[in-house]
């Protein structure tokens, strides 16, 4: 198994928790940002060292809410720990917090990808959304992010709340594109179990429609294709040579580090996942335990599986390896490919209507080994 080259490291401060969210996440716990920052910087330093990274991913909660400084410490320890060879390093933010100081300050420490949580440009949207920005601050912060050099910049949209039409959805799709940004990344929003939205449906409030969704998203496909993006996975768009690097090392089904409240990584064929909450977290750290809630080491059959799986969700295609074949020979695998909904060129198999992707890599859970 290869060194991971990629880094997830979790920043889990938030201002307020959105109705929909199930991330791990805190609010006003600001005061705490750098007890927080020392303890992922522990971790990082308490780690076996990996091959110098070419990705790193910082999400969250809101990254952009903790100051340059806490992000340039961060890259500094996984510089010390692993090496850095001319990352990707990707930045989730809020646009709400991306003032031209911040922006600069952020790319002058090394941020040089700036994902942002713009979700919609329709008021009522962002409103339903539970999100503080207005749908200028979105312009004002890509506007940032070029003046300070950033290389590429990515909105996140979500669609299909039910206080969106038709019409506002494609509004939001023309705003982003006329923003020429580099990278969309478009979700329908989901109902997550003990959500405050999913609270609301439970008393009555309307549900996401899954028919809606299903338009919206392929409204996205065909609007974001004609404004000349990829459509590279079944999520994300992104214009020639701004693919995410960390996305696809992970989709690739490679290993990769992950640090921070709540983080999940893969490394030495054992998946692992860190406490979620807070006190735990920082706790363990400091008095120098382990932060790991749950570690699963995975046999090379289910590494491959999982692979395969994952794949699906390239729009090009995954490799068929040595899972495929043995997907081929089930009465199920058989059956998608002779629908026409699973199609095979070569050593490459490919899903030809995105919205089946889940019904699909459903199919090949607990594939067994040829014999
Ligand atoms: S800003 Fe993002 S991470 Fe934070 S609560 Fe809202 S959806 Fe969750």
Redesign the pocket.
Known sequence: MSEPVAAYLHI???????P????A?V?GRGSDTDRYIDAVVSEILADRPAAPLRTVFIG???PSSIPASSIERLLGALSRQHGLADPEVTL?S?PEHLAQDLVTSLASVGVNRLSM?AQSFDPVVLRA???RHRPEDIDVGVAAARAAGMASVSLDLIFGHPAETDASWEATLERAIGLDVDHVSTYALTVERGTALSRSIAEGAPAPDDDVQADRYEVAVDRLGRAGFEHYEVSNHGRPGHRCDYNTEVWAGRPYLAYGLGAHGFRDGTRFRNVRAFDAYVTRVESGGSPRQGVDPIDPWEQEVDRFMIGLRIRDGVELGEAGPAFLDTDSGRRLVLRGILEVDGAMARVVDPLLTDAVAREVVGLSPPR
């Open positions: 889990p401060f938030c201002d307020r928790l959105c929909y969210c199930d991330f996440v609010t969250g909660g809101t989730e809020n949580g959304l539970g999100r």
